[in-house]
């Protein structure tokens, strides 16, 4: 057992940090303008703002490009996934620019990964190798609206062999990204056999941006905020929708099976981003704590604000050690070994996070709640991480069946 | 003791339900699509939407109008705090809509209540009366971005007297509704005498939009939102904005005493309406309980949500009755004798609230976060109310010094 | 609506705070000696503490006797429930002296109504006249240790007919002062026809003390205390119990009746009492916080305690007018008809008295753990209520579950 | 960075879990009907159960034994913190018997710890060996009844120098183990130079049981529990008492850093039982979930009880890391360097705790607060760790203010 990070991570971590300091920071401001100018013309107001394509230049001239791509994807940075936990954190303390800086935003990073593990050489050669320089971006059609897609067997979208081709019909919501007009392939997840057992009866399928039958009807808003720098977030209608059988990953059936293993490594990204946001609300806390004083001192001298910040400190500690259990166990037994490992981080993270970020918001008044610090705008994303990818409640529930069982069994 | 409403209150909660069925439940959806038509054009992005009139008109017919205005106003409903908190509440349950269609929305009523009570007869009839008549709409302006004005002592805006005017200079932010054009005049407070005691430094002064020297500078955002239906919340800037000395309340050095009536006041509106926003939101987390299934079973059947649905009922039910004794000890004994009261709801209220809201939009899942459904922005009221009249933890401290004194002298 | 108390209970209340601070709070140490002296001699562990004794001769005298009972209890005070409220709740500030003083204390009120309602002219004669007189005390013996006592059909003690005889098996537990000698008869509650429907299977039988069959094993802990002079809490063993039948209450059958009845006007009192807990605890935090000093200032001066003291008071506030408004709901629509603000009170009240008293603790440091404050022992109370007749967990399901009706009904 | 356990460790904890299953819980019973048969006679209540002499045998032929001591310590297992935090954790599983069997129980390992690294030869060999034996037992009097002792400043005993003498006025309470008889020997700290600066004020003397002038007064509660079986918490009083100025450890002066050095590592083995303490709780939870029913369904089956175990689950595992990572920071930083690590976890740790055995006791209705099981008294544990060696709020106050120093000398 050793608490300290391993000398490549240190050397990263700090590559990353420099990277953050002289890079990142600086233009957030520059990336708000922007994405507020686009967002006042219709025709630009899902565009990424131009910043962040001269970022992304920048990452990978800092050797700082496709971190989450683990050795088994050729073309990544090769590393384990604790070497990229720590990484990855440093990312989310700019959630909106510097994960997309260094290619390793979601949901293109579950796609590459989908992809490099199950596509063909021709899909890879479309899509992957395009992602992997990004070049496009990409989408991933699951959640509806109709039904609790915590539950994938309530999935209803259906997409039927007509031939040769594949024929979709059915509504998704939540396909983040997709709004952006450079968002060029989804996957989509459908039923191909619903009478098949519940682990097989769906299939992902690959859909070209402006594939006849296929509409992007709207952008969704997530407590308040459009994301509409980052693509928003769509609902998608497919009626009729056709693609050719070649445009399926994997073979019929296997839907099921490719989204478990993509949820595990997209919520394990998330909630090591989180930890970022975590601390970059923390550090603005103590300095907003620093720096404001009320009815005759500073903030930082009243109890209330010992307990946030001593609070926050011990929860992300706990967090992060947490989430690197996590990915050093999917490190050492695979995503499917490290399942409640995994799970664990899902609950609490976002929580954590939430919590952390609510208080600095306290901290800084009124203006916490405004555009000119980006707590709010962290905050609804952890809020958000309670829901997606599964509600809170939905884990908790899967989690602790599995300990009743483990104990039964034991007694 | 007697915990039951009295006979003029039941009707006029029928009648303000029924209002609420027949015209404001109906008018939510044209409101949005209003709101987000008139946002897309800076012409017209912060103007009120055009189905708030009609609903301005109709309310009047139906006998709901200025019923926060208590028998010291001429012109106004003539109830009793009492009388009108069970009707706030239910305006609350819509209030974006019902509190301005009623004419008994934030800031006008405090305003009107300020100009009702300390101001001169011209001041009255320039806008006192427009206001009642729901003509026009009005500014607060008290908080300023550079330091924490929750201590009122910290307050910088100046306004000196130059002969027959007063000069102001500052900068202030939060004037919610300033941005809408029809928001016509604005009390701004101000530092008349920097070295008196702390209670007679500062003054009110009207000030009427498009004067020289006030500048609106930009919408604030609050949690993702920018009210913009609403008229926004405006950060303004005061670079010697002259207007004659009879532009000031009541007389130099009142201001303190002025804000101090004003908020409490502005404090259990608040809190009422608070209590219609949580019992939305409640309405709703029942409904979706109700219709939505997952893991083979509904929502209401699950045990985790009926612990949300009962503890939201106890709490909801708690606040109320809490909100509703402030308004009886402010009958009893004036805004003044009921300070202890009205700190208790500002603590409790905005928190059960933003709880219950909370649990609804878990309920919902993804949709839950969205435009979709009210609650996102209910919420994000909800939370602002936890920091905008004071933070938390600031009436909290004040609040507990008062008990320390009292169970001091007391032992 | 009206908050303020009717004069008669403002006079009750002065003459209770009076009896409070003459009697009751000097007694306080006296009866924790006699209570120790006796635990240490098997042969009067159980008793009594000697002063109750004359403790019930003053209140008596001081004309503050069987306040609980209501106008249908022939000898009582003939209190409203609302004039009661305020009165129990002072009692409740020292909770192991001042209800039996009063003759107020449980199960012993609880026996009472069931007597007095549903008793034999012979039933009230024996027992009902010398409990109204304070001469003995009762048990009421209903949850068993073998199931989930909260779901009153688990309930597994069997009463059968033989002739002119009923006959008891089975094992109850949580009989409160069961072990104290003078504890000189007990309501039971079993099973005379398990083919009943739900609500006609049980019975309740009155088995005076030495009964032959019945055996009291021991006393039980609750919270590291064994309550002993308060009588304990008995595991009791029932072996071919024979009692007349003529000591039937009611007819067979009545039993689920009687004690849904019997079990409101308990809940309703444990709050009443928790009430002032909570208070008592509360003065005790804010002078501990004015009398210590840590790191060069008082605790009254810290921020955290500020916290503290002004959620303590907030939910205080909020708790009693929960627990008014449920005796006003009974006063006006008797039990049944209140049986939800019941339960509201039942979910809220232990929460918040055992919130307030940990922060009271807290802010004692080590001494709030231990004999020198009443604290840990007040907090005992509290804990135990949110299992005690029914934990929250049983009473948040059924009051969602009615919501839940009453919502779906309404749509 | 590892999150697995080495090898040695692996061993250790299998010996240490046979050790648990084939003697300590066996144990449990014969130790309880041990302690209550002595509780009742005056003359042997506070001794040890006679069981605890046979396990400590047991424990020793086994290779359990002094397994805290670190190499630094002759005799002592020499395993690293990071080996022991694990079997510290099993051992607290049955916090009242398996510490003390296996040598390794507060405050003797505090007190070895002190004794090896600041006792003279002379010290060691009167004091040192027989506690290394397990023959002796030894009593820590620091904290004081008239001060805030988590302000080491406050307190207020005094130690003069008399010629070859030293004499101790003064009043120590929660003295644990003191009310034992074989508690042999004590520390005592006390200020020998008032006038020094504040670290070197005070000084640390030894005080053989039967001193002339030392009186052991009475044992205190602690939340309802005497601990009589580990020789109870007492309160002590000095006046006049002499002692050789040879029983002084180290020199006038260390005392204040001595007893940094030493809670340092009792707070760490405090929270590495904790985690034990949790565990079990756990494990009763889920067994009593499994094992009951109520409304017609196994409390397995109920999703609040999904979300008790879930929760429980998470809220461990990010303790028992939060408490490796600081075991292991001692390891390579020593006790002064991981400070703030062991700060961390004496925030965290209790707390969750408390949490967790609260719904294991919810989870078991009434039977969970009775001495049917051991839940109540884990939970009267976890409570009082979170004031014992210094309340949650000091510990809160003392890392905000490091990190704030932290940050603002960052920016």
């Not at 992957?128 to 509806?144: D, K, Q, V, W, Y």
């Not at 609902?235 to 399926?248: A, G, K, Q, Y």
């Not at 899902?346 to 709640?369: C, F, M, N, R, S």
Request: proline share 5%; charged share 20%; net charge negative.
């Amino acid at each position: 057992m050793d608490f300290g990070y391993d000398t490549k991570t240190q050397a990263l971590q700090e590559r990353m940090l420099d990277f953050m300091d002289q890079h990142v920071y600086p233009a957030e401001q520059v990336f708000a303008e922007q994405a507020s100018e686009q967002a006042a013309d219709p025709a630009t107001r899902w565009n990424s703002p131009p910043i962040v394509a001269a970022l992304k230049t920048q990452a990978r001239e800092a050797g700082l490009w496709n971190l989450f791509a683990p050795p088994s994807i050729a073309g990544g940075a090769g590393l384990t996934n604790l070497q990229y936990a720590p990484l990855a954190e440093i990312s989310g303390r700019s959630p909106f620019l510097a994960p997309e800086a260094i290619n390793c935003s979601a949901p293109d990073t579950g796609n590459m990964e989908v992809l490099a593990h199950f596509g063909t050489p021709e899909q890879q050669k479309l899509w992957l190798n395009p992602l992997l320089a990004g070049e496009i971006r990409s989408g991933f059609c699951m959640t509806e609206p109709d039904v609790a897609s915590s539950d994938a067997t309530n999935i209803r979208t259906q997409i039927t062999r007509d031939g040769e081709h594949l024929v979709i019909n059915g509504r998704k919501w939540w396909t983040t990204g997709a709004m952006n007009p450079h968002c060029a392939v989804f996957i989509v997840m459908g039923k191909t056999d619903p009478d098949a057992d519940t682990a097989h009866q769906q299939s992902m399928v690959l859909v070209p941006r402006g594939t006849s039958g296929m509409t992007i009807k709207r952008g969704l808003t997530l407590m308040g905020y459009d994301d509409s720098s980052h693509g928003g977030h769509a609902e998608i209608e497919f009626v009729d929708c056709r693609v050719p059988v070649t445009n399926m990953i994997g073979k019929a059936g296997d839907g099921f099976h490719i989204a478990q293993s993509r949820l595990g490594g997209g919520r394990i990204h998330h909630c090591m981003r989180l930890i970022g946001m975590a601390e970059r609300a923390y550090d603005l806390m103590v300095q907003r704590a620093v720096s404001r004083s009320a009815f005759g001192k500073p903030l930082a001298d009243q109890g209330v604000v010992h307990g946030w910040i001593s609070q926050s400190r011990v929860r992300i500690e706990m967090a992060r050690l947490l989430v690197l259990r996590a990915a050093w166990a999917i490190d050492e037994r695979g995503g499917k070994g490290a399942h409640q490992e995994i799970q664990q981080i899902k609950i609490a993270v976002p929580q954590i996070a939430e919590w952390v970020i609510d208080k600095a918001i306290q901290t800084h008044g009124a203006a916490g709640l405004s555009q000119d610090f980006i707590l709010a705008e962290l905050w609804s994303q952890a809020r958000a991480l309670r829901i997606i990818d599964g509600p809170d409640e939905v884990h908790e529930m899967s989690l602790a069946k599995k300990e009743i069982r483990r104990i039964r069994s034991a007694t």
